[in-house]
């Protein structure tokens, strides 16, 4: 038997008696005759004493760190307690011990707070894994999924399997392709979602469907995306909007009470996504502070009069103009707000500049722009933005898209420096119905400027009193018109997000089910007859017998668990990530194949120009 307990399991209850521990050295201490040894494994560590008898031996068998070790003796009440470890009260007196395995001088340190650099970690990362922040991260994403497996078996769900070697899926981002061999020149897809399975095994009468699946797109990998990453994908028949919402939070509710013993509201508020837009200035909107995006003027539609010609031109030919009030800024220094305006330039926000009004204590209000704004209009600016005496006024000016963007932006900002945004409030909403279709200036259908494409993905059905919209209208978008003038641009779908704190956890719709429905948004995103039937024949076929109505939703499993765990980046959640670059460092991958191997798979590589 290697071990009788665990490093973390020994307490003062368990004095005396005569255990064997098996684990990693993490710290040797020498103090004269004595070693302190640190024994890790994954439920913590114990410290191991070598009294002088013993210590001969070891000085003939030296350990060094990450030796992997066997130690027998008595367990012994400490004289010198440490309160910051459960296993800090006693220590193991060792009689006899076994090196079972030598380990080389690993490159960084394996303990809580390491010296590794990511390069160096990812490279190691089974070393990596071995540290307790890591280990922590993973067994609480086995908790989360665990809960969501408990609480969906409970609702009657069946997790079934779908393929990965399958046809190109429509989530929007581009295909990893798989080479067939036995089918010289054809290469399947791997799946970016098991959307169409799921709607399959809806027509099959599976009416309750869950899997926690691997995902897989090849989006280029900024803002802390993974090419594999995992999904909680579910789907049910006979339910609307009404059902799925209360379903799934149910599940996060169940989750967040299991793994963290939180109790989310129940149930969660609802918002628009057009209440989101303008209030939030996105999609996602973090509700564990308030800091209203203030719309003085949208598409150059006034709303707050103090804008009327002011005589700066910044203001007056702006599209848009937003404001928000920052609680308590008066008194930023000018420093403060120069580095604020150097932030809203910076090219990732990319706006030219940034208005302040100061509402200083005393009731005066003392604004960057004084020429253009008269006391007057000051007066009235403040009281569109119900801002009090104490509070700064941001404000940006420009094109409506940026300008919302932006403001969406710093209002984040501001939070993060004000300490809004505790990672240990959690605040939970749906933001529904979505608009279907999204004006895509890049890609254009003949006769058309710019095209429409999904939103959510081609299956989301309109909501029923907007079908007529789609149908009898064409996606063409004329000429010398605006895409925002287009009927199209007003059909809103039953489509759904779960939010948590400012991130979108999870998103789904109700899906058509009717055959022609089917055709018809197929036509509005300019797909042929032809194209349609050769990309999506077989669900086309299928609803042909029989297609229950359904819905359903997909959470990103990585994503809740970084959430669940306080951190900002998914990548500490997953054993075996990526790199930036989409590599995997420690295995060396993508690497080439070699000339037999390609052969085989009837592959010739092209010459492109960046390798000459
Ligand atoms: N398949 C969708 C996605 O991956 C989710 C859904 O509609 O259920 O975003």
Avoid at 267 to 277: I, K, L, N
Avoid at 350 to 360: K, N, P
Wanted: proline fraction near 6%; include cysteine; hydrophobic fraction near 35%.
């Amino acid at each position: 038997m290697y071990r009788t307990h665990t490093c973390g399991e020994l307490r003062l209850s368990d004095t005396g008696k005569k255990v064997r521990l098996a684990g990693w050295v993490q710290r040797i201490r020498k103090f004269g005759k004595m070693t302190f040894v640190d024994l890790r494994d994954r439920y913590g560590i114990t410290q191991l004493v070598f009294a002088e008898a013993i210590n001969q031996r070891l000085d003939q068998h030296p350990l060094n760190r990450e030796y992997v070790i066997q130690a027998e003796g008595r367990v012994v009440e400490r004289s010198n307690k440490n309160p910051h470890l459960p296993t800090g009260d006693i220590e193991l007196l060792v009689e006899q011990f076994e090196v079972l395995n030598e380990a080389k001088t690993p490159p960084f340190t394996i303990e809580e707070e390491t010296d590794g650099g990511d390069d160096l970690r990812m490279k190691y990362r089974f070393l990596d894994l071995r540290r307790p922040p890591l280990q922590r991260n993973l067994w609480l994403r086995y908790q989360v999924a665990r809960a969501v497996r408990e609480y969906l078996d409970e609702q009657g769900f069946m997790d079934i399997e779908t393929p990965f070697l399958i046809k190109s899926t429509p989530e929007g981002a581009r295909d990893f392709v798989v080479p067939s061999r036995m089918n010289p020149h054809q290469f399947y897809a791997l799946p970016q979602s098991p959307q169409t399975f799921k709607q399959l095994l809806m027509v099959s009468g599976f009416d309750r469907y869950y899997q926690i699946v691997r995902c897989f797109r090849d989006e280029d990998l900024r803002a802390d995306r993974q090419p594999e990453f995992t999904q909680i994908d579910c789907e049910m028949s006979f339910v609307e909007q009404e059902d799925v919402l209360h379903i799934f939070e149910g599940m996060m509710r169940h989750v967040f009470r299991r793994v963290k013993g939180i109790d989310l509201p129940n149930p969660f508020p609802r918002m628009s996504w057009e209440e989101a837009m303008w209030n939030y200035g996105n999609d996602k909107p973090d509700l564990r502070f308030e800091m209203l995006l203030q719309n003085l003027k949208v598409r150059h539609k006034l709303y707050c009069e103090a804008l009327h010609q002011t005589g700066f031109g910044v203001l007056d030919q702006a599209e848009t103009v937003m404001a928000i009030v920052v609680p308590g800024a008066a008194t930023y220094t000018r420093k403060q707000v120069d580095e604020l305006t150097e932030w809203v330039k910076r090219p990732q926000i990319g706006m030219q500049g940034l208005l302040y009004v100061r509402c200083l204590a005393d009731g005066s209000l003392k604004s960057s722009a004084d020429k253009y704004f008269t006391p007057d209009r000051l007066a009235q600016l403040q009281q569109f933005c119900q801002a009090h005496p104490g509070d700064l006024i941001l404000i940006l000016a420009g094109k409506e898209d940026k300008t919302r963007k932006a403001a969406a932006e710093l209002r984040l900002e501001m939070g993060n420096r004000l300490g809004l945004r505790s990672k240990e409030e959690f605040k939970p909403l749906w933001v529904i119905d979505f608009p279907l279709f999204e004006y895509s200036e890049e890609e254009s259908l003949p006769g058309s400027v710019g095209r429409w494409v999904a939103r959510h993905h081609p299956f989301t059905a309109p909501k029923p009193e907007h079908i007529a919209q789609m149908v009898e209208n064409s996606p063409l978008i004329l000429p010398g018109t605006d895409y925002q003038d287009h009927p199209y641009a007003k059909i809103k779908a039953n489509a759904y997000d779960m939010v948590i704190n400012g991130q979108e956890i999870g998103g789904g719709s109700i899906r058509i089910y009717q055959r022609d429905l089917q055709e018809k948004m197929f036509t509005a995103l300019g797909l042929s007859a032809e194209e349609a039937r050769q990309k999506f024949g077989f669900l086309l076929g299928a609803f042909e017998y029989g297609a229950p109505p359904h819905g359903g939703i997909a959470f990103g499993f990585d994503r809740l668990c970084a959430i669940l765990g306080g951190s900002d980046t998914i990548r500490d959640f997953i054993a075996f990530p990526k790199n930036n670059a989409g590599r995997d460092v420690m295995l060396d991958a993508p690497s080439p194949l070699d000339e037999a191997q390609l052969k085989e798979l009837h592959i010739c590589l092209r010459k492109d120009q960046h390798e000459n």
